[in-house]
Protein backbone atom coordinates (compact mmCIF):
# COMPACT_ATOMS: atom_id res chain seq x y z
CA UNK A 1 0.00 0.00 0.00
CA UNK A 2 0.94 3.37 -0.81
CA UNK A 3 2.54 5.61 2.06
CA UNK A 4 0.55 8.96 2.18
CA UNK A 5 -0.20 11.97 4.86
CA UNK A 6 -3.27 11.48 6.49
CA UNK A 7 -6.31 14.49 7.24
CA UNK A 8 -5.08 14.14 10.88
CA UNK A 9 -1.26 15.06 9.88
CA UNK A 10 0.07 11.43 10.68
CA UNK A 11 1.11 8.85 8.17
CA UNK A 12 -0.94 6.34 6.79
CA UNK A 13 -2.19 4.26 3.81
CA UNK A 14 -3.61 4.67 0.59
CA UNK A 15 -5.25 2.15 -1.54
CA UNK A 16 -8.12 0.50 -3.32
CA UNK A 17 -10.52 -1.21 -1.35
CA UNK A 18 -10.20 -4.81 -2.51
CA UNK A 19 -6.48 -3.82 -1.48
CA UNK A 20 -7.42 -3.60 1.89
CA UNK A 21 -9.59 -6.70 2.77
CA UNK A 22 -8.93 -9.91 1.56
CA UNK A 23 -12.59 -10.33 0.47
CA UNK A 24 -15.66 -9.07 0.60
CA UNK A 25 -17.27 -10.98 3.27
CA UNK A 26 -14.12 -9.63 5.14
CA UNK A 27 -15.45 -5.90 4.59
CA UNK A 28 -18.92 -6.83 5.31
CA UNK A 29 -18.28 -7.61 8.61
CA UNK A 30 -15.72 -5.07 9.66
CA UNK A 31 -18.45 -2.57 7.76
CA UNK A 32 -21.54 -3.48 9.73
CA UNK A 33 -19.35 -3.35 13.05
CA UNK A 34 -18.01 0.42 12.04
CA UNK A 35 -20.52 1.50 9.31
CA UNK A 36 -17.29 1.98 6.80
CA UNK A 37 -19.65 1.98 3.71
CA UNK A 38 -21.85 4.52 5.42
CA UNK A 39 -17.96 6.69 5.97
CA UNK A 40 -17.13 6.02 2.38
CA UNK A 41 -20.35 7.58 1.42
CA UNK A 42 -21.99 4.45 0.10
CA UNK A 43 -25.70 3.06 1.47
CA UNK A 44 -24.37 -1.14 1.29
CA UNK A 45 -21.39 -2.10 1.61
CA UNK A 46 -22.18 -3.89 -1.51
CA UNK A 47 -22.42 -0.71 -3.48
CA UNK A 48 -19.13 0.34 -1.87
CA UNK A 49 -17.31 -3.03 -2.47
CA UNK A 50 -18.42 -2.87 -6.28
CA UNK A 51 -17.39 0.59 -6.48
CA UNK A 52 -14.04 -0.10 -5.55
CA UNK A 53 -12.98 3.36 -4.48
CA UNK A 54 -9.78 4.36 -3.57
CA UNK A 55 -9.27 4.82 0.24
CA UNK A 56 -7.07 6.30 2.78
CA UNK A 57 -6.27 5.55 6.74
CA UNK A 58 -4.24 5.19 9.61
CA UNK A 59 -4.38 4.26 13.10
CA UNK A 60 -6.92 7.00 13.34
CA UNK A 61 -10.50 6.29 12.71
CA UNK A 62 -11.30 9.65 11.41
CA UNK A 63 -8.65 9.43 9.18
CA UNK A 64 -10.72 6.22 7.01
CA UNK A 65 -12.00 8.70 3.84
CA UNK A 66 -12.83 7.77 0.47
CA UNK A 67 -10.07 10.00 -1.51
CA UNK A 68 -11.48 8.58 -5.44
CA UNK A 69 -13.68 5.85 -7.28
Known sequence: MKQVKC???IVGWQSRLHSVYNSYDEFESYSEIYGIHSRLGYDTAEAAWEANPVVQGSVIPSDYR???V
Open 7 to 9: QSG
Open 66 to 68: KVS
